[in-house]
């Protein structure tokens, strides 16, 4: 079935660095622009990221513009984030999500992994 | 950047409707999209399009978009309803964001 799946969440160290993947499955990824969202402890959403179908087009949240990088493998089914000089403020439960094909909403979305920055 | 406003919680009797808004400067020029999440789970999306259900979402669950409101209307709300639920617009005129409201738990009495 369609599913997406996330790895790589963990403690991490402020000012350190941390990749998240996520598995698509069910789908053809490289038809679909894919997001990441986070949510911290006991608040709300947060959009993060936005990449385009091939790759082409980034765009990033104001809070996360050049420490965050989104990418893609279509041939390996994965999405990444590169994640750099980490904050406290950055700990949250991050989640990977698929754009609709013809809607900016988000129809399919992962499970989640816990991204903890702490000393 | 635009913003989204949401009361932060909502609570309503079985059996009863539950409407939750969802503001915003001119938000119905917007298409906005709604989910819900429960504790521990991700988000799933149950009304796209200001008023458009994915398969599988019961007809229960509606959604509307006018001048600075969009409302999502829960009827013959159940126990299982309980839950946060979040709009979403893109906002096409900030680098393109994608934005999320503050979220309101719906309560069942």
């Known amino acids: 079935q369609v599913q997406l799946v996330e790895s790589g969440g963990g403690v991490v160290q402020p000012g350190r660095s941390l990749r998240v993947s996520c598995a698509a499955s069910g789908f053809t990824l490289s038809s679909y622009a894919m997001h990441w969202v986070r949510q911290a402890p006991g608040k709300g959403l947060e959009w993060v990221a936005v990449i385009s179908y091939d790759g082409s087009n980034k765009y990033y949240a104001d809070s996360v513009k050049g420490r965050f990088t989104i990418s893609r493998d279509n041939s390996k089914n994965t999405l990444y984030v590169q994640m750099n000089s980490l904050r406290a403020e950055d700990t949250a439960v991050y989640y990977c999500?698929?754009?609709?094909?013809?809607?900016?909403?988000?129809?399919?979305w992962g499970q989640g992994t816990m991204v903890t920055v702490s000393s | 950047s635009y913003v989204l406003t949401q009361p932060p919680s909502v609570s309503v009797a079985p059996g009863q409707t539950a409407r939750i808004t969802c503001g915003g400067n001119?938000?119905?020029?917007?298409?906005v999209h709604w989910y819900q999440q429960k504790p521990g789970q991700a988000p799933v999306l149950v009304v796209y399009d200001d008023s458009d259900r994915p398969s599988g979402i019961p007809e229960r669950f509606s959604g509307s978009n006018s001048g600075n409101t969009a409302t999502l209307t829960i009827s013959r709300v159940q126990a299982g309803d309980e839950a946060d639920y979040y709009c979403?617009?893109?906002?096409?005129?900030?680098?393109?964001?994608?934005?999320f409201g503050g979220g309101t738990k719906l309560t069942v009495l």
């Open positions: 001119n938000i119905g020029s917007k298409s």
């Open positions: 999500a698929r754009e609709m094909a013809t809607q900016d909403a988000f129809d399919i």
């Open positions: 979403q617009v893109w906002d096409g005129s900030s680098d393109h964001h994608w934005v």
